[in-house]
């Protein structure tokens, strides 16, 4: 019975992870065919970018030291990114959904740093945990705070402010 369960598990994760994503090395500037998402039906804004923050880390014990390598990517879903109008090709709500991917890489930059400034203990997987949770929680609050002081975008003097200070945030990386 735990094997069914384990596999029900895993088919259920399998199958939630998009098929297709981007890495910002591999894709750091989005355009329009990169939205290929269908909004919901309820959809209130004119497009969306779906990205976030992955990391993988492996951990080896050495005497009494533990020493961690890992890999942190801020990752960009074009199934779940989409955008309301087909047609739509405004450069200004591109730029806007632009700055939503940045913010993404500073965070994924932010943990970065984090990891690599960790002096690991054996409590490392709760320690990293926290350390996660700490960055997406201030990486969700940020995209949140944006959006809201841009009006997602419409308000053009707030959106140019932050496209100075997220370019200034890639900038210090």
Known sequence: MKWLSLIA???????????????????????WSDFKGTPPINARHAANVNSGIAFSYDVKKN?????ITYEVRSEFYPQLSWK?????????L???????????EVYAH????????????RNYKSDINKIFNTIESQRQQLQMRYDRETNHGLNKQAQRNWEIRIAEMLFRL
Do not use: M
């Open 9 to 31: 598990v895993c088919l259920f994760f399998w199958n939630s992870v998009p098929e297709e994503k981007y890495t910002y090395a591999e894709k750091p500037i989005l355009d």
């Open 63 to 67: 005497r009494n030291k533990y020493i």
């Open 84 to 92: 309301r109008d087909l047609n739509e090709n405004d450069a200004a």
């Open 94 to 104: 591109l730029s806007h959904e632009q700055q939503h991917w940045n913010i993404s």
């Open 110 to 121: 932010k943990l970065r740093k984090a990891l690599h400034g960790y002096n690991a203990t």
